[in-house]
């Protein structure tokens, strides 16, 4: 490989990268616009990739199309932060050069060496038109690596292809390297269709990071209707009573609705269970979904220099129906950081990291209210940039549903969060959304929360979306909303019965330093 020519042709294509975002971002409106969420000044983002710290400093990675606000041919773009608080733009670090990454730099994930260097491993993406009688598109996708040649990470040298496209045992896709240092050695997982079209994660050895020995199948998944499992995650998580547990995760393309679960077009979600190197993996539960909100896909985690399991997911637009926001410069956003714990129950905890409470500005405590039926009561004359925190007290309250709208505004729209003791969920109705999709989600709540009596709510209110956090992370939802122009109220409200709030209280939060 013609290291200098490589270089200077990816150089070439980062420039162009920057001056496309640059003209989306020129034109771009900000009624939706998050303040506290992750997004690209222009264009459209994807999963979240290549999360590390290094040097001192937050890395987050992301899927993007610099140069419209629909999917189109990936690169990564890039923020970095000292304090997962305030964030600064970094230049877009990867873009399509090579030839096997022509048609996309797609996701991956960011180790540092041995030599103390940043590495960022991604699939090289080529698209194949078949001349077959449905003109199907087949992917031929390799993995790939780039070394950082900073300490700011700003400048990266593409390795070109570590593992090639494994051409008869896959079906076409091969994709989404994650790779973590364990007991000596270094592992990959890579989500596959494999040439049966059942949805498969392949596991890879390296003593080196350059050198990769394919291991296994770590994992099938055996219902037949899900063909693919892209961006495959896999780590350990300990209890504070010291069990240890390994969590494997995916985004299964193909899985049918059921019921309450599977609602969006593809789902994220996790099993949890016991693995031995070079063992498969052994589930002990079933498929759960990390957000049961209508945005949620692709999420990634990565370990904090404090161990601290972190994860990101991607705030996806819906697959069909409106996507207004496409109208406005930009696309897609990630949800705040969340941390990831095993509980004494041997279930996931999923909580913004406490980092996320150094936004709060100015509190407004409500403490105690009673609200009867069918009444309403204003809590905030401004959604966006709210955190509210609400206890409801379930045994008191009499309501078939209550809890709140939020971007309450004109002509009646409004997202509604509520608790519904019918179906005993909590719920996310935006059959009142001011603009694009609408349904509602709806998340469950253990046996234990509902025999408590309580629902402790922690709403996330940016400027498109809601993020509701239920029951101190027993499950989250993350769903746009997409209110009218004007100020867009949150709403307490009791439905065909009462409602105890033992207690609420309003923060107003400042931005991320990314508007
Ligand atoms: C998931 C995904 C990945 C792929 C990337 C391409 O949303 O399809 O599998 O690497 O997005 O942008």
């Not at 930009?330 to 996320?356: F, H, Q, Y």
Request: glycine share 10%; charged share 25%.
């Amino acid at each position: 490989m013609d290291t200098d020519h490589v270089n200077k042709d990816h150089a070439q294509a980062l420039i162009r990268a920057e001056a496309g975002v640059a003209a989306l971002a020129a034109r771009r409106s900000d009624r939706w616009y998050p303040q506290f969420h992750i997004a690209s000044d222009g264009g459209w983002i994807n999963d979240p990739n290549g999360l590390c710290y290094y040097h001192g400093r937050w890395h987050v990675f992301y899927q993007l199309h610099p140069y419209g606000t629909q999917w189109g041919p990936m690169h990564w773009g890039h923020v970095s932060s000292e304090d997962m608080v305030t964030w600064r733009r970094e230049p877009v670090a990867l873009a399509p050069s090579l030839e096997q990454d022509r048609d996309g730099v797609f996701s991956g994930s960011a180790v540092i060496g041995d030599d103390g260097r940043l590495r960022l491993f991604y699939t090289g993406n080529i698209t194949i038109q078949q001349r077959g009688e449905n003109h199907a598109e087949e992917l031929y996708e390799a993995q790939m690596l780039a070394e950082a040649q900073d300490d700011d990470a700003r400048v990266f040298t593409k390795r070109g292809v570590v593992v090639a496209f494994p051409e008869d045992a896959v079906h076409s896709d091969f994709r989404d390297p994650k790779v973590w240092k364990q007991d000596g050695a270094w592992y990959m997982i890579v989500g596959a269709r494999s040439a049966r079209e059942r949805g498969q994660i392949w596991l890879y050895t390296s003593q080196d990071l350059v050198s990769w020995e394919f291991s296994r199948v770590l994992y099938e998944h055996p219902d037949p209707d899900v063909y693919m499992l892209e961006c495959p995650d896999f780590f350990a998580l300990r209890s504070d009573s010291g069990g240890m547990k390994w969590v494997l995760c995916f985004s299964a393309m193909g899985s049918k609705p059921c019921g309450f679960m599977n609602r969006n077009a593809n789902n994220a979600g996790y099993m949890i269970g016991t693995w031995e190197p070079h063992g498969c993996f052994h589930p002990e539960t079933g498929f759960r979904l990390w957000d049961w909100g209508h945005n949620f896909y692709a999420p990634q985690s990565f370990e904090g220099p404090d161990s601290r399991r972190i994860m990101y997911g991607w705030m996806s637009p819906e697959t069909s129906g409106p996507v207004p926001v496409q109208e406005d410069g930009w696309c897609g956003n990630l949800t705040l950081p969340r941390e990831l714990a095993l509980d004494k129950d041997g279930s996931i905890r999923i909580t913004p990291v406490k980092e996320t409470e150094a936004l709060r500005t100015s509190q407004y405590k409500f403490g105690k209210i009673s609200l009867g039926a069918e009444e309403q009561l204003i809590i905030a004359e401004e959604s966006a940039g709210t955190e509210i925190e609400m206890v409801i007290d379930l045994n008191s309250s009499t309501a078939e549903r209550c809890g709140l709208k939020v971007h309450a505004g004109g002509q009646g729209s409004y997202t509604y969060i509520a608790y519904d003791d019918q179906i005993q969920r909590i719920v996310v109705d935006r059959q009142a959304a001011a603009e694009g999709g609408r349904g509602y989600r709806a998340a469950p709540l253990s046996s234990e929360s509902l025999s408590s009596g309580r629902v402790a709510l922690r709403i996330f209110i940016d400027r498109g979306c809601v993020e509701a956090y239920i029951n101190n992370g027993e499950q989250v939802m993350s769903s746009f909303s997409y209110p009218v122009e004007g100020p867009g109220k949150s709403i307490l409200l009791a439905e065909r019965g009462t409602m105890e709030i033992e207690s609420l209280t309003v923060h107003r939060l400042r931005g991320i330093g990314l508007s």
